[in-house]
């Protein structure tokens, strides 16, 4: 019995195969690369039931995961997070069955633990020295904190304007970080310099290693388990790089080939700000790719990316499972914070509340049925972003008194 049954890599374009068991980037064609399984022994091996039994972490599906030596796994308990109703919230909207997947309870707030821990384990077990990436701020307290726990090193740029505890969670791990006035890209420019002068770093870019997305794919896998080996309707998810998005649907895909799913997938809906939606205005253009755009701005750090690597596989993901794409405005996701926190006590990311203001617009054009079961991604906790709230209240003298009610 193998603890992983990796077989190779292949390029996301060309079909190219490659060696899974060294350090690669991208294909030669400049495409993200992906981990494939020998899926018919991982039939053989193991059952649902079997998975049922063990640890309540995302490497209870380590057969579909890179890591070959368990030895090597590195981990803070992250995955199984909890799928939770909306009840009160969902019926204002129009939802009676909308729940969260709520990745704000990971290691490090946001769901970006999944990708790190997996893709540190296997650049660990790949005789890694370092990491290095640039980040819009989750991604890489995410690597800094998982590297420091493997006992790797880490080297992160990100925007000046990412958010100030991701800067925070990176220097109290060691990481060696710098601050860019740009934007995502920006920084990985300089991050691509660095690596080419230093020895035993490997650049871990969004998509441009490949396991990052296989840590993001145990959401896919986490959502079918906790509904019972069946899936949603609609998954809608807040894109950025979209390895999530495009991880939830390799999921979905592995999970039919093995039998464990029916042939219905979930309908995949990309979610994105109207002042950075690259993948939004691909979609309705019908493109296979976006193109780059200038000038983005949005409070929902976390999907600010002008341009994403892997943005036809995120397209692709939308297409294939009946999807669709959907921007919403800075207003909006403020707005939808507020009406979450109060009727269900959930304080989410900007990111996930841009997911609850798109469930709420597709309910009312129609294209979410009332019945239909909605899984909405929270990626990570709203205390990590405190200046979505603003707080202005009266101040009590010492022995002055509470309004009556």
Not at 64 to 76: E, F, G, I, N, Y
Not at 285 to 290: H, I, Q
């Amino acid at each position: 019995m193998s603890f992983s049954y990796l077989s190779h890599l292949e390029c996301s374009a060309t079909g190219e195969r490659l060696d899974a068991d060294v350090v690669q980037g991208v294909s030669a064609a400049g495409k993200p690369l992906l981990a494939r399984y020998d899926l018919d022994a991982v039939r053989q091996a193991v059952t649902p039931e079997e998975i049922a039994s063990r640890p309540h972490d995302l490497w209870r599906y380590h057969e579909v995961l890179p890591v070959r030596d368990p030895a090597h796994v590195t981990s803070l308990g992250e995955g199984m997070t909890p799928i939770v109703p909306l009840p009160t919230y969902g019926a204002a909207i129009g939802l009676p069955h909308l729940v969260m997947k709520d990745e704000g309870l990971v290691p490090t707030g946001s769901f970006k633990a999944r990708g790190a821990a997996v893709g540190v384990s296997r650049a660990r077990e790949l005789g890694v020295r370092a990491v290095a990436m640039p980040t819009n701020g989750n991604a890489g307290a995410a690597w800094s904190v998982y590297a420091a726990r493997a006992g790797m090193g880490s080297l992160i740029v990100m925007p000046v304007d990412a958010p100030e505890i991701t800067r925070r969670e990176c220097v109290v791990a060691g990481a060696e970080l710098y601050l860019v006035d740009g934007l995502i890209n920006h920084a990985g420019a300089l991050v691509k310099a660095a690596v080419e002068e230093r020895t035993g770093y490997q650049e871990v870019s969004t998509l441009k290693e490949p396991y990052r997305i296989e840590g993001k794919k145990t959401m896919g896998y986490e959502i079918a388990e906790q509904l019972g080996w069946e899936v949603p309707d609609v998954i809608l998810y807040p894109a950025g790089g979209g390895v999530g998005l495009i991880g939830i649907h390799k999921a979905m895909k592995e999970m039919q080939e093995l039998g464990w799913i029916g042939e219905q997938l979930p309908r995949l809906v990309c979610v994105q700000s109207t002042g950075c939606a690259p993948l939004v205005d691909a979609f309705d253009a019908g493109l296979d790719e976006s193109t780059l755009v200038e000038g983005t701005h949005t409070l929902a750090f976390g999907i600010n990316v002008p341009k994403a690597l892997g943005d036809f596989l995120v397209l692709q993901a939308v297409r294939e499972s009946g999807g669709t794409a959907i921007a919403v405005s800075d207003e909006t996701i403020l707005e939808e914070v507020g009406a979450l926190a109060r009727s269900e006590g959930a304080w989410i990311c900007p990111e996930g509340a841009a997911c609850m203001a798109a469930a709420r617009e597709l309910r009312a054009s129609g294209w979410i049925g009332e019945q239909e079961r909605v899984v909405v991604l929270n990626t990570g906790t709203g205390l990590k972003y405190p200046d979505t709230v603003g707080v202005d209240v009266p101040v009590l003298a010492r022995d002055g008194r509470v309004p009556p009610a």
